[in-house]
């Protein structure tokens, strides 16, 4: 969940947080790590507690999940797998100048593939596992070599709002630590073993690890951004060139080994992304495909290495490669960034119906058990994060609208 979750893009939003506020907005990145537990803490839960995916507590909400979720993972995949591949093709072209980005970031895109696809979930966890320990060594590395300062840190806690940064507050809060993925941790549950409230104690504390990794990552990040950009009065570049940016600054501040080695961390942190969603998201479609077949729910044909799993893999893989030939078509951008507005607030809302459900719902035993559904802290909680992501949804739904008003 750690690995996947933070990408470049939540390195990068934390960095140029930092450089923009220094510590002013340490407590929404810790806070954004306390959102994704909770959300996680309930996927993880309705699948332990019913023995159901989130997908078929999903369909027992009626056909409307179906069809808002059909085209959101098409369309998702199909974007995602582009921008993944290019993110892990970016360090290494920084690290060899002699590469095609392009044609790196192909070639990452298969050797995600093959790993994924020929591996078991044990051996994905393996390499999970490695990719973690580079990114806790090269970033956490980074923000100890920037020597913080452990006052302002303490200070920055301090729920604070500097001028015009309520969107910046949204968008850290809201980005940490994954979005679709978070709905994939169940799946990850099943694949371990983890089937039966048997294992809801190890679960919770699995997951609340998984996030104080999570935080620690991001928090490293946002004291490099306060430390080596705002307190030198270095603006930071945006997009992933920004982690590139911030390679040069270590290589002129402490040597070139260390912005070599951080380059090292951004790769881990993209690939480790890319192989998680080849996987997590896979078991997501795979399952999708299963319920609309009427498959057991299980089914060999919806876990790793089963076909629809594969099929998925194949989708992104292959199709984001045409992305990475052509210039991006503006109108599946904009199809992307819709759909992708609306699904954070479809999982909070979805979840605050599920582990409130009786036995009324449309499947049999679709509910929680007693026992574990809600209570008034995880309701309270969750109906936060779902007014946090309605919020973060009408701004970026706003954006699209702009963007279409300003292409006709």
Not at 14 to 20: D, Q
Not at 124 to 143: D, N, P, R, S, Y
Request: with cysteine; charged share 10%; net charge neutral.
């Amino acid at each position: 969940m750690a690995a996947t979750g933070v990408g470049a893009a939540d390195l990068v939003a934390t960095l140029v947080a930092g450089a923009k506020f220094g510590y002013t907005l340490l407590w929404v990145a810790v806070l954004g790590a306390v959102i994704k537990v909770v959300l996680v803490e309930g996927a993880g839960r309705y699948s332990l507690a019913t023995g159901r995916t989130i997908f078929e507590g999903w369909r027992s909400l009626g056909r409307w999940t179906t069809w808002y979720f059909a085209p959101y993972i098409v369309i998702w995949g199909l974007v995602y797998g582009a921008t993944a591949m290019s993110s892990s093709a970016l360090p290494l072209v920084a690290l060899f100048p002699d590469l095609s980005l392009r044609w790196t970031a192909m070639a990452i895109g298969v050797v995600g593939l093959v790993l994924v696809w020929f591996g078991t979930y044990a051996s994905f966890e393996k390499i999970m596992a490695l990719l973690v320990g580079v990114m806790f060594v090269t970033v956490v590395g980074a923000a100890l070599l920037a020597t913080p300062n452990l006052g302002e840190i303490a200070l920055g806690l301090r729920p604070i709002f500097p001028d015009d940064s309520v969107v910046n507050v949204l968008a850290i809060a809201g980005g940490v630590g994954g979005t679709i993925t978070l709905a994939a941790y169940g799946y990850w549950l099943r694949e371990k073993g983890w089937s039966t409230p048997a294992f809801m104690r190890v679960m919770r504390i699995d997951n609340a690890v998984a996030y104080v990794v999570t935080g620690v990552f991001v928090v490293a990040m946002l004291v490099v951004g306060a430390e080596l950009y705002y307190s030198m009065g270095i603006a930071a570049e945006t997009g992933d060139q920004a982690l590139v940016q911030l390679s040069g600054i270590l290589d002129e501040r402490y040597g070139e080994v260390f912005g070599k080695v951080f380059l090292l961390g951004f790769f881990a942190s993209s690939f480790s992304s890319l192989i998680g969603v080849w996987s997590g998201v896979s078991l997501m479609f795979a399952d999708y495909v299963g319920n609309l077949r009427e498959l057991p729910s299980g089914h060999p044909d919806t876990r790793t290495g089963g076909r629809f799993f594969r099929a998925y893999m194949l989708w992104l893989t292959f199709p984001p490669m045409l992305l990475l030939l052509l210039d991006e078509p503006i109108g599946l951008i904009l199809a992307y960034g819709t759909l992708g507005a609306l699904f954070m607030p479809f999982l909070a809302i979805t979840l605050l119906v599920l582990l409130n459900k009786r036995r009324e719902g449309a499947l049999p035993h679709s509910d929680v058990p007693a026992e574990w559904r809600n209570g008034w802290i995880s309701n309270g909680l969750l109906a936060l994060c779902a007014v946090l992501f309605l919020a973060l949804g009408i701004n970026e739904l706003r954006g699209v609208i702009s963007d279409l008003v300003n292409l006709f």
